[in-house]
Nanobody, 123 residues
């Protein structure tokens, strides 16, 4: 049974930093892309960042670019998202997702999803 489990969410002040991480298990993920999406209350889920298996292809949303860094550890089947200079508009549930192939930006192309972890940016 495939499991995708996020961890590391929490409350942080504006301008602060926070990391969230995700571990996938239950099958081989060789060749899979791992990504992060987020969903704020009353909005649709949106793409944040993705990284391919070898780590040489990385994509960010415009809002994440220059502030967030995605990385992965294939030995542990984990992916992390380091978020710096956080803003109140970054408040959302952050979801980890895994795909075999397809557009990084299209959530319908992801095969496995975690339950999400809450990130709240507030003073």
């Amino acid at each position: 049974q495939v499991r995708v489990v996020e961890s590391g969410g929490g409350l942080v002040q504006p301008g602060g930093s926070l990391s969230v991480s995700c571990r996938a298990s239950g099958r081989s993920f060789i060749g899979y892309t791992m990504g992060w999406f987020r969903q704020a209350p009353g909005t649709e889920r949106e793409f944040v960042a993705a990284i391919n298996w070898s780590g040489d292809v990385i994509r960010y949303s415009e809002s994440a670019k220059d502030r967030f860094t995605i990385s992965r550890d294939n030995a542990k089947d984990t992916v992390a998202l380091r978020m710096n200079n956080l803003k109140p508009e970054d408040t959302a549930v952050y979801y980890c997702a895994v795909q075999r192939s397809g557009s990084y930006f299209d959530q319908d192309r992801y095969d496995y999803w975690g339950q999400g972890t809450q990130v709240t940016v507030s003073s």
